[in-house]
C-alpha cells in the first residue's frame, strides 16, 4: 500500500512547523497524521495515495459550491489571463462589494481585505476609534482569527490544542479583552459594568466551539445592552456570512450589527475576506477617514472573480437545498449514533453542524470542553478509514455544501453507523 501521504508529512515536517501551515489540519486532535490531498472535485477529494473521500470540511466553508465548481475555475482562470493583480483598483472590486451590500442587511459599505483575521482586527481598530474606547468584549470559545488581543480563550486551533492563550500576546495586548460564556446574560451585564466597551464582537452563530446556537433572545440582548452602553456590536459572519441564508446570520435572525467581518464564501476558495457596516462607520477608514488600513492584495482580481462567480451560484434555491442536506445528513446521523447507542448531540443550523460527544447539549465554551474527545478521536478515524473525511477536532463545524448529493449522504450514513459504533466501543 503506498504511503505517500507519509512521506511528504515527514518531509513537511522539516520544512513547516509541525508539517502543515495551519494546525487544525494536522489532525493532532483525533490522533492520527495529516493527509495530503491531491485534488478536489464537487464534494469529493482525492489524497495523494488516491484514496477518496467525502469531503465535509469544504476548505472550511469557502466552498460552498464544492471543489473545482466550472463557473469558479473559468472565472478565476479569465481573471488570470489578465493579470493577477495590480495594486490599483477594478470594476470587479465594485461589483463584489455591490453584491454584499444588496445581501447583507447592515452592510453600506466594504472594505476588503485578504483574510478573516485582517477584516475582524480592522473591525476592533474601527470600533477603538469610533468610541474612543479600549475593551472589547469577546466569547469564550469564539474564534476571529489570530488577532493578538482576540486569542483568549479562543476556539478552533487554540481550543483543538488546549491552548488557553498564546505566548507572545503581550499582557498589554490581551489587557483589554473580556472574555464572557457565550449564552450568559448576567457574565455580559456584570463586564459591561465594570468599564466602558468599545465593541461587543461576536459570532452570531458560533462555529469554531462547535456549532453552538445563540439561546433565544440572545442576539438580540446584545444589540440591546451594546445600544445600551453606546458600544458597537460587532458580528465575526465570517463562517455564517452567505452560509445560512443569503444575508448571513443577520438576516435569518433579524438581529443588525453596527460591522460585520465577512470572508470564506467571498473569496470562493481564493484569499478574500471584508469588513462592512453603515457608510458613516466605514468612512472613517482611510483614505475617506483616518482609521488606518491597508493591503497589497486586498481586493485581488483572482479572489474577486471567485468570490462573484460564486456568489452567483447563491440564489433562493441554492440555500433550500443547502437547507435539505443538512437537514438529511443530521438526520442520518442522529439514526446512526441513536442505533450505536452514542451519546452525541448534533447542533446544527442551515449549511452547518456539529457532532458533539456529550450526553447533554452544548451551550457554551466549557460545555464544549466536556465532550469526549477521545472518543471524538476515534469516530473521525473511523470515518477517514470509509472514506469520508469531517473536520478533524470537535471545536469545529461541518461544512454541507451544494456538490454534496445523495450518494455522499448514504455513503456517510454507513461509514457513520460503523464509526459510532467504534468509537463507543458497541
Ligand atoms: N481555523 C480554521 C478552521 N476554523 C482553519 C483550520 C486549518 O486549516 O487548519
Known amino acids: 500500500m503506498s504511503d505517500a501521504s507519509g512521506e511528504l508529512y515527514r518531509r513537511a515536517t522539516t520544512l513547516l512547523p509541525g508539517g502543515v501551515n495551519s494546525p487544525v489540519r494536522a489532525m493532532r486532535?483525533?490522533?492520527?497524521?495529516?493527509?495530503?490531498?491531491?485534488?478536489?472535485?464537487?464534494?469529493?477529494?482525492?489524497?495523494?495515495d488516491g484514496n477518496r473521500y467525502v469531503d465535509w470540511v469544504c476548505s472550511w466553508g469557502p466552498l460552498i459550491a464544492g471543489h473545482a465548481h466550472p463557473d469558479v475555475v473559468s472565472a478565476i482562470g479569465q481573471a488570470a489571463a489578465a493579470g493577477t493583480s495590480y495594486g490599483a483598483p477594478t470594476a470587479g472590486e465594485v461589483e463584489l462589494a455591490a453584491e454584499i451590500v444588496d445581501r447583507v442587511p447592515s452592510v453600506e459599505m466594504v472594505r476588503m481585505t485578504s483574510s478573516g483575521t485582517e477584516a475582524t482586527m480592522t473591525a476592533v481598530r474601527l470600533a477603538r476609534a469610533v468610541t474612543g474606547r479600549d475593551v472589547i468584549l469577546k466569547f469564550a470559545g469564539a474564534y476571529h482569527g489570530h488577532v493578538d488581543g482576540l486569542l483568549a480563550e479562543a476556539g478552533s486551533g487554540l481550543a483543538t490544542q488546549g491552548i488557553p492563550a498564546s505566548p507572545g500576546v503581550t499582557a498589554a495586548a490581551a489587557a483589554d479583552t473580556r472574555v464572557v460564556a457565550w449564552n450568559d446574560r448576567a457574565a455580559v451585564e456584570q463586564t459591561l459594568a465594570q468599564r466602558p466597551v468599545a465593541a461587543i464582537l461576536a459570532e452570531p452563530?458560533?462555529?469554531?466551539?462547535?456549532?453552538?446556537?445563540?439561546?433565544?433572545?440572545?442576539?438580540?440582548?446584545?444589540?440591546?445592552?451594546?445600544?445600551?452602553?453606546?458600544?458597537?456590536?460587532?458580528f465575526d459572519e465570517v463562517i455564517s456570512g452567505f452560509r445560512v441564508a443569503r444575508g448571513g446570520a443577520q438576516e435569518r435572525e433579524r438581529v443588525h450589527p453596527d460591522l460585520t467581518a465577512l470572508g470564506k464564501v467571498i473569496g470562493g476558495g481564493l484569499p478574500a475576506a471584508a469588513l462592512g457596516g453603515p457608510r458613516a462607520l466605514m468612512e472613517r477608514l482611510a483614505p475617506a477617514g483616518e482609521v488606518y488600513q491597508a493591503g497589497t492584495l486586498s481586493g485581488n482580481p483572482l479572489a474577486v472573480a471567485a468570490g462573484r462567480a460564486t456568489l452567483a451560484l447563491l440564489d433562493e434555491e441554492a440555500y433550500t437545498r443547502l437547507a435539505q442536506t443538512t437537514e438529511a445528513i443530521v438526520a442520518a446521523l442522529r439514526e446512526g449514533a441513536a442505533e450505536a447507542g452514542a451519546a452525541v448531540q448534533i447542533q446544527s443550523v442551515p449549511g452547518l453542524f456539529t457532532v458533539f460527544f456529550s450526553p447533554e447539549p452544548v451551550r457554551d465554551y466549557a460545555g464544549a470542553q466536556r465532550c469526549d474527545l477521545t472518543a471524538h478521536g476515534r469516530f473521525c478515524r473511523a470515518l477517514l478509514e470509509r472514506g469520508v473525511y469531517p473536520p478533524p477536532s470537535q471545536f469545529e463545524a461541518w461544512f454541507p455544501s451544494l456538490a454534496h448529493e445523495d450518494r455522499h449522504?448514504?455513503?456517510?450514513?454507513?461509514a457513520a453507523a460503523e464509526a459510532f459504533r467504534e468509537a463507543t466501543g458497541t
Open 29 to 48: 486532535a483525533i490522533g492520527r497524521d495529516p493527509i495530503f490531498i491531491e485534488r478536489g472535485e464537487g464534494a469529493e477529494l482525492v489524497d495523494v
Open 205 to 234: 452563530y458560533p462555529g469554531n466551539m462547535g456549532v453552538v446556537g445563540p439561546e433565544p433572545g440572545f442576539l438580540e440582548f446584545l444589540r440591546a445592552a451594546a445600544d445600551d452602553c453606546g458600544a458597537l456590536l460587532v
Open 409 to 414: 449522504l448514504e455513503q456517510t450514513a454507513t
